[in-house]
């Protein structure tokens, strides 16, 4: 037998237990979506520097395809949306800090990135180019050689022109889309690596520029972002993006943004 003292210090130490234990299911269901439900309210951050996925129109609201697709998901869960702008550069962190609850700013999917946060099924088709003026021979990788060439700093096109441009091409990065962009059509760089949706864009406003398509970097699909561990938002996430995919509504989506449809997107 244990003297009176130890006794009651070992009640003690188990009735704490048993009290931590029974608490720790209660933390752990308070899941982002639960909050998200409580509060009638989702966070989602878009981009407002990426038409047509994200800009800002002359009412001066955000506008374009990743913003339509944070309304619908709110839509779909009953619930107020905050559309927080976020760049390149520092969605991830607002995801990661809990600034947003998702993020929907035409995210890649690649090993790096799985590392820190999840993925819900893709949701709209992107592909990220080179492109420069038609008078700019370009037709292998090796042609960027001693080529200055702007992109995005953190951006898909930045990561994966690392591994593709040789060692002699300048590469110029820029904190946003706007910055890349505007040191191209102003001359500062010889060619950009972007999104196709952007450099049509691009095309569009400065036909004087006489800009084409050069070389593919890689087709990369537009995943949600969702914080590690929160599986119950990623699975009602999941769960809205394959209804609007049965119903049409993603081809519609790019229909109206990118001017074709969605087409089979990865889950």
């Given at each position: 037998m244990f003297p009176r003292t130890t006794r009651r210090l070992l009640l003690s130490l188990a009735g704490a237990a048993l009290a931590a234990s029974a608490l720790a299911p209660a933390a752990h269901a308070q899941s982002a979506l639960d909050t998200v439900m409580a509060k009638k309210q989702i966070t989602i951050a878009v981009p407002t520097d990426y038409p047509p996925y994200g800009y800002v129109g002359t009412d001066l609201k955000p506008i374009g395809l990743d913003v339509d697709m944070a309304q619908l998901i709110a839509t779909r869960l009953g619930v107020k949306v905050e559309l927080l702008p976020v760049t390149s550069a520092n969605r991830i962190p607002y995801l990661q800090t809990k600034k947003a609850d998702l993020v929907i700013s035409t995210l890649g999917k690649n090993p790096e990135r799985e590392k820190v946060i999840d993925f819900t099924a893709a949701y709209s088709p992107f592909f990220q180019a080179v492109f420069a003026p038609k008078t700019l021979a370009i037709k292998s990788w090796g042609d960027l050689s001693g080529k200055t060439v702007a992109v995005?700093?953190?951006?898909?096109?930045?990561?994966?022109?690392?591994?593709l441009a040789p060692s002699d091409a300048e590469v110029k990065r820029f904190e946003d889309n706007n910055a890349t962009v505007a040191a191209f059509v102003s001359g500062q760089v010889q060619v950009i690596a972007v999104g196709a949706s952007v450099a049509g864009n691009v095309m569009a406003r400065n036909p004087q520029l006489g800009m084409e398509f050069k070389l593919l970097i890689k087709d990369s699909p537009n995943f949600i972002g969702v914080a590690k561990g929160e599986d119950a938002l990623r699975a009602k996430v999941n769960a809205v993006i394959a209804e609007a995919r049965a119903a049409g509504e993603l081809d519609r989506l790019a229909q109206k943004w990118l001017g074709r449809p969605a087409g089979n997107l990865p889950n």
């Open positions: 995005t700093r953190g951006a898909m096109e930045d990561i994966e022109l690392g591994k």
